[in-house]
T-cell receptor
Framework: GENVEQHPSTLSVQEGDSAVIKCTYSDSASNYFPWYKQELGKGSQLIIDIRSNVGEKKDQRIAVTLNKTAKHFSLHITETQPEDSAVYFCAASYDKFYFGSGTKLNVKP | KAGVTQTPRYLIKTRGQQVTLSCSPISGHRSVSWYQQTPGQGLQFLFEYFSETQRNKGNFPGRFSGRQFSNSRSEMNVSTLELGDSALYLC?????????????FGPGTRLTVL
């Protein structure tokens, strides 16, 4: 089955800096790659997603890039703010979702 | 539109007991997936139900089971609880089955096994 690895497990940045979280996947059949933000007591919310026919997608301060050949995809957050502090999960799917182990992002004011 | 709801939010049980967790999906969603989240392990897929049928299953022992009702509400049951079952259990609803569309997560049920 699919195996998704996510790095780093923790990331601390200064407010205004950029943050990058990377994921790799193993199964070339995976064709949908969402990113979720998990905040305590609020559940997990989809923040951006990308499908395998696209190399990059951007939504304001958040962008995702996908390299199908290398089987990796990354989340980029620019101009980070304290409210970006949360746990972020990547996932890859074709028949079901396979999640990475999560990255705890801490944005210091 | 109401989001995904899960009850109860917190549970404390002892080893050997059984537990039932409930999930109500977003209105109109027929797919409900269950995940176990533990520190450092991320979300591990348990199973997915779509229109009352189990569509997919993860690598968990038979102590973990589920079902879905005609109104799409789903329950997950864990029998003969073990200490290692302590985790956050998340359910997610979706319009489509099989990992093809956006999933909407509930807040989770925090299960502690003593």
């Amino acid at each position: 089955g699919e195996n998704v690895e996510q790095h780093p497990s923790t990331l601390s940045v200064q407010e205004g800096d950029s943050a990058v979280i990377k994921c790799t996947y193993s199964d070339s059949a995976s064709n949908y790659f969402p990113w979720y933000k998990q905040e305590l007591g609020k559940g997990s919310q989809l923040i951006i997603d990308i499908r395998s026919n696209v190399g990059e997608k951007k939504d304001q301060r958040i962008a995702v890039t996908l390299n199908k050949t290398a089987k990796h995809f990354s989340l980029h957050i620019t101009e980070t703010q304290p409210e970006d502090s949360a746990v972020y999960f990547c996932a890859a799917s074709y028949d079901k979702f396979y999640f990475g182990s999560g990255t705890k992002l801490n944005v210091k004011p | 539109k109401a989001g995904v709801t899960q009850t109860p939010r917190y549970l404390i049980k002892t080893r050997g007991q059984q537990v039932t967790l409930s999930c109500s999906p977003i209105s109109g969603h027929r797919s409900v997936s269950w995940y176990q989240q533990t520190p450092g392990q991320g979300l591990q897929f348990l199973f997915e139900y779509f229109s009352e049928t189990q569509r997919n299953k993860g690598n968990f022992p038979g102590r973990f089971s589920g079902r879905q009702f005609s109104n799409s509400r789903s329950e997950m049951n864990v029998s003969t609880l073990e200490l290692g079952d302590s985790a956050l259990y998340l359910c997610a609803s979706s319009l489509f089955s099989g990992g093809t569309g956006e999933q909407f997560f509930g807040p989770g049920t925090r299960l502690t096994v003593l």
